[in-house]
């Protein structure tokens, strides 16, 4: 039954080719860990995206129960830590993996360096990867004030300090993410919006440049 149906969209859109072109390619010898174990590190990148799709998915499912205002957002969240079947499990993925996958990128991007792979040819690759770097840090800290807590709303005023500590644009900046002079109902909508839209549409983009870069280019070859 399956078959036919493939049969039939395969017939109309050709599409075999489109998968075959990812499912035939073969892991380099040099990066797989099957063949030399220290091959592993070049995993990271691979293994910061596993986190990437965890954090997605359970973000998604989050915000079926989180309510995005100052008056519910707490008690929305502790709703679903506390009464919803399997909401701390969900809830944890995204607590948890939200620093595993800034870890992650961290190694990534130690390895990416001490094999000297932002060389030539993969310059625009390292570049690209600095815009992801600052996109995951981004989400870190939009996504820190949504609880809507005591350590969610200070960590917040400490971020904005520092980000008013800028010299000359300091201060616009400050007012520019707290959508006001103070840390309120503003400053909570914008995070989220930004949390939950801008960030992570701009995270895919970047990682389909990424992914297109490296499947062009090829993976960096052995020292
Ligand atoms: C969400 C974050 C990121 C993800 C999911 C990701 C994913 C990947 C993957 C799967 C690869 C293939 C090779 C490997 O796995 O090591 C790769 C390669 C690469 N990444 Fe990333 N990356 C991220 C962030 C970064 C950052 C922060 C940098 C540098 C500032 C970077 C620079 C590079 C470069 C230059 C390559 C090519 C390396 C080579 O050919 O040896 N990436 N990335």
Redesign the pocket.
């Known amino acids: 039954m399956l078959q036919k149906v493939y049969d039939w969209v395969d017939e109309r859109l050709d599409i075999t080719p489109l998968w075959r072109d990812i499912a035939d390619h073969e892991v380099p010898e040099h990066?797989n860990p099957a063949h030399h174990f220290s091959a592993f590190?070049?995993?990271?990148?691979?293994?910061?995206?596993?986190?990437?799709v965890i954090q997605i998915l359970s973000g998604m499912f989050l915000t079926m129960y989180y309510v995005p205002d100052i008056i519910h957002a707490y008690e929305s969240v502790y709703y679903l830590q506390n009464e919803v079947t399997h909401g701390m499990i969900v809830r944890g993925m995204h607590h948890w993996g939200a620093s595993l996958?800034i870890v992650?990128?961290?190694l990534?991007?130690l390895?990416?360096?001490f094999?000297g792979?932002?060389k030539k040819p993969?310059?625009l690759?390292?570049?690209?990867?600095?815009?992801?770097?600052f996109?995951?840090l981004a989400l870190g800290f939009t996504g820190y004030l949504l609880p809507w807590d005591m350590k969610a709303y200070f960590a917040t005023v400490v971020g904005l300090e520092i980000a008013e500590a800028a010299p000359f644009v300091g201060e616009f900046a400050r007012i520019l993410m707290a959508g006001g002079d103070i840390i309120g109902a503003q400053t909570l909508a914008r995070f989220f919006a930004i949390h939950v839209f801008f960030l992570p549409g701009a995270?895919l983009g970047?990682?389909g440049a990424?992914?297109f870069?490296?499947r062009k280019?090829?993976?960096?070859?052995p020292l």
Do not use: A, D, P
């Open positions: 990066v590190v070049y995993c990271f990148g691979g293994m910061t995206f596993f986190v990437v996958v992650m990128m961290f990534h991007t390895r990416v360096f094999t792979s932002y993969r310059e690759n390292w570049v690209v990867g600095v815009l992801l770097f996109v995951i995270l970047l990682l990424h992914f870069m490296i280019q090829g993976i960096s070859g």
